[in-house]
């Protein structure tokens, strides 16, 4: 069933937070849903959980399909963020609810995408290691918006030490 603007698509989604040696974090740039406006985004790799998968599970999955990067997280690996969005591309529209997770990773990694979805392969413009004081400092449009205050929080608790797989 496809959700309408009015009764939008609830599901649930898994993001992470690739953090390289260097205490940056990998993001994906993207234009926006209405694509022939000119708007893009900046995102952490995630995207809807499937089948039998928990959000950590997800995460995991979507970061290594939309960036290459393969990484483990324990079943125990703790949230670091929960948000709710609503977002829409061309007839279908979802009410989401994201848990993050994070993930350190070696400095250097190439980003080479193993599993693009149709609609991925159209929005994808690229991707960029961000420190937190370029995200703070940026005038693009990240998401989440509070993204510079959770990976200092992140980096500040040490919740990122995990390694890769």
């Given at each position: 069933?496809?959700?309408?603007?009015?009764?939008?698509?609830?599901?649930?989604?898994?993001?992470?937070?690739?953090?390289?040696?260097?205490?940056?974090?990998?993001?994906?740039?993207?234009?926006?849903?209405?694509?022939?406006?000119?708007?893009?985004?900046?995102?952490?790799?995630?995207?809807?959980?499937?089948?039998?998968?928990?959000?950590?599970?997800?995460?995991?999955?979507?970061?290594?399909?939309?960036?290459?990067?393969?990484?483990?997280?324990?079943?125990?690996?703790?949230?670091?963020?929960?948000?709710?969005?609503?977002?829409?591309?061309?007839?279908?529209?979802?009410?989401?609810?994201?848990?993050?997770?994070?993930a350190r990773v070696?400095?250097?990694?190439?980003?080479?995408?193993?599993?693009?979805?149709?609609?991925?392969?159209?929005?994808?413009?690229?991707?960029?290691?961000?420190?937190?004081?370029?995200?703070?400092?940026?005038?693009?449009?990240?998401?989440?918006?509070?993204?510079a205050e959770i990976?200092?929080?992140?980096?500040?608790?040490?919740?990122?030490?995990?390694?890769?797989?």
């Amino acid at each position: 069933m496809t959700g309408t603007a009015e009764n939008p698509t609830f599901r649930v989604g898994g993001r992470l937070l690739l953090i390289d040696a260097d205490d940056r974090v990998l993001l994906i740039h993207e234009t926006y849903e209405d694509a022939g406006s000119g708007r893009t985004h900046w995102l952490t790799p995630g995207g809807g959980v499937e089948d039998e998968e928990d959000p950590r599970q997800t995460a995991v999955r979507e970061a290594f399909e939309e960036t290459g990067i393969e990484v483990s997280l324990a079943a125990d690996a703790p949230e670091v963020l929960t948000t709710r969005r609503y977002w829409s591309w061309r007839d279908l529209h979802f009410d989401q609810v994201d848990h993050f997770f994070a993930a350190r990773v070696p400095s250097g990694l190439a980003v080479q995408p193993q599993g693009l979805t149709d609609v991925e392969v159209l929005t994808l413009l690229g991707h960029r290691w961000w420190s937190v004081a370029e995200l703070r400092e940026t005038t693009e449009t990240i998401l989440p918006p509070q993204l510079a205050e959770i990976l200092e929080r992140v980096l500040a608790d040490g919740a990122a030490g995990v390694l890769p797989a």
